[in-house]
């Protein structure tokens, strides 16, 4: 399994709803990642688990809280969002902490509408 | 200054030819490059990674890093239609690879 699958595809959401991101890899990776990317803009990186701890968090507002059960899993709570969150959240996962060798491995990602 | 800059383009050029893409990172502590590729609506994709100054080929694409310089360059042989692609040039630096810059993406269109 070389793959790393994100659901749900696409999520609708309004602004005083609850609702999560998933994610899964079965490659053995320990390092998986949480990136926000906006249309025609490069990925914007949120959060990075090593080895199921969170080691960075780019100053993204609680309104997003990661959590990752275990080294397979990743998900992303979403809560109180605004519209300008709307976006595709990519998760992704590398081989090692340390990454030298094998860049990232992208889910195919989330696209969020928050109306 | 931005740690990675690419030419936003588009890139357009006939198919069989070549398409030049290049990248300028801005800290020499830069450590391992990588190019994307992703076509619109969809993730990026993994193309070729490059850690050594030189050349590194895998089929029709060769990336080449030159550090002294702070470039590195993505060269796709005999483009074809399918190669219309956004590319995405990422660096990642010693001390912190967990964390990837990634430029704003050169979008390249080949013409049939």
């Known amino acids: 399994d070389t793959e790393v699958t994100q659901t749900p595809k696409h999520l609708v959401m309004g602004m005083t709803n609850k609702k999560s991101l998933k994610c899964e890899q079965h490659?053995?990776?320990?390092?998986m990642y949480w990136y926000k990317q906006k249309a025609k803009k490069p990925p914007e990186l949120m959060f990075v688990y090593s080895y199921e701890k969170l080691s960075i968090n780019e100053s993204v507002p609680s309104r997003f809280s990661p959590e990752c059960p275990n080294s397979s899993l990743l998900n992303l709570h979403l809560h109180a969002l605004q519209p300008e969150d709307s976006a595709l959240y990519l998760c992704a996962s590398s081989q090692e902490v340390t990454a030298t060798g094998d860049g990232y491995t992208f889910g195919s990602g989330t696209r969020l509408t928050v109306v | 200054q931005k740690e990675v800059e690419q030419n936003s383009g588009p890139l357009s050029v006939p198919e069989g030819a070549i398409a030049s893409l290049n990248c300028t990172y801005s800290?020499?502590?830069?450590?391992?490059f990588f190019w994307y590729r992703q076509y619109s609506g969809k993730s990026p994709e993994l193309i070729m990674s490059i850690y050594s100054n030189g050349d590194k080929e895998d089929g029709r694409f060769t990336a080449q890093l030159n550090k002294a310089s702070q470039y590195v360059s993505l060269l796709i042989r005999d483009s074809q239609p399918s190669d219309s692609a956004t590319y995405l040039c990422a660096v990642n630096k010693k001390g912190n690879f967990n964390k990837f810059y990634f430029g704003s993406g050169t979008k390249l269109n080949v013409k049939p």
């Open positions: 800290d020499r502590v830069s450590q391992s």
């Open positions: 490659m053995g990776h320990r390092a």
